[in-house]
């Protein structure tokens, strides 16, 4: 029953709290529950995908107070979403290296949700697991999730990991 | 990384087509796929739990023929309808028993949308695997969908495992 490992891809973004090279609360959860409850001991079985998808305007957000005055001024700055999307995946992979499962790891600019479908179509993993910080139907008119769409739109089995109620920042729309 | 197994909840029901005790086409995708994906050669590290929802209406069509002249009748009609979720439940848990994998097995009544995510709230299983035929928006307003309400409903993580389109009878609401 062995063969070809189960291949699957998780979504992972940074924590809105913590900043980058931190990864969200949710995403961590996602991974660690993927661990234990499917994984287990199997390690040969598995090929874990992760897929970060960087936000655009989210990291413009963060240049408010920059000067950009040269076309080199641009450059530094995707350089450094670069390093920073990088540290971010380093986390999973270096976990995944130190338990000894299979992974890779890549990152896309985007809208998250756009691009984890869009993903799943090019690289056809057995199923996504997508984590989420289970907010209430008022705060989701807000924020918009990512999972609800992956779940409706994506063309393999999902996966959706709820936040861990003891988790949950003092501002749940946080992560 | 092993301790107790995951517990894998999956909702089985009988086949549109072939009638009792045949399972339905999307119930047994749903549980090939947890063994080749999910479960693998790591029979131990799993125990699996089928839900069968009775419903009563569908079970009291084929009655329609029938003449319930005492109270006596009606209890025959109830061991008949055990007797046929048996045969159903029968065919997963030799399936397990073949291949070494731990299951238990349970029959209820009533709606099966309802009745799976309230044992799931009884049972709490790590997770919950329900098969889906796939159909488009216009099918569903008609037939209503299980998986939909249970991924939204369900309080634990929810895999929806559509049928694979070579295995889609010639009328999709059949499964």
Redesign the interface.
């Known amino acids: 029953?062995?063969g070809e490992p189960?291949r699957v891809m998780i979504g992972v973004n940074e924590s809105t709290i913590k900043g980058y090279p931190h990864a969200s609360i949710s995403s961590r959860g996602a991974f660690e529950?993927t661990?234990?409850?499917?994984?287990?001991?199997?390690t040969s079985?598995f090929k874990l995908l992760f897929l970060h998808v960087q936000v655009p305007d989210e990291d413009g957000f963060d240049d408010m107070d920059s000067v950009y005055a040269s076309p080199e001024d641009f450059k530094t700055m995707n350089l450094r979403d670069r390093t920073r999307g990088l540290h971010l995946l380093e986390y999973f992979v270096n976990r995944c290296h130190d338990?000894g499962v299979a992974c890779e790891a890549w990152i896309k600019k985007g809208d998250p949700k756009e691009v984890i479908c869009y993903e799943v179509q090019r690289v056809l993993p057995?199923?996504l697991v997508v984590g989420s910080r289970g907010l209430g139907p008022f705060q989701r008119v807000f924020v918009g999730t990512v999972s609800e769409f992956c779940?409706k739109h994506a063309e393999c089995?999902?996966?959706?990991?709820?936040r861990r109620a003891d988790e949950t920042p003092q501002d749940p729309v946080d992560d």
């Open positions: 029953m062995e189960t529950w661990l234990h409850k499917i994984v287990r001991s199997n079985g338990i057995d199923f779940a089995p999902v996966i959706t990991i709820k």
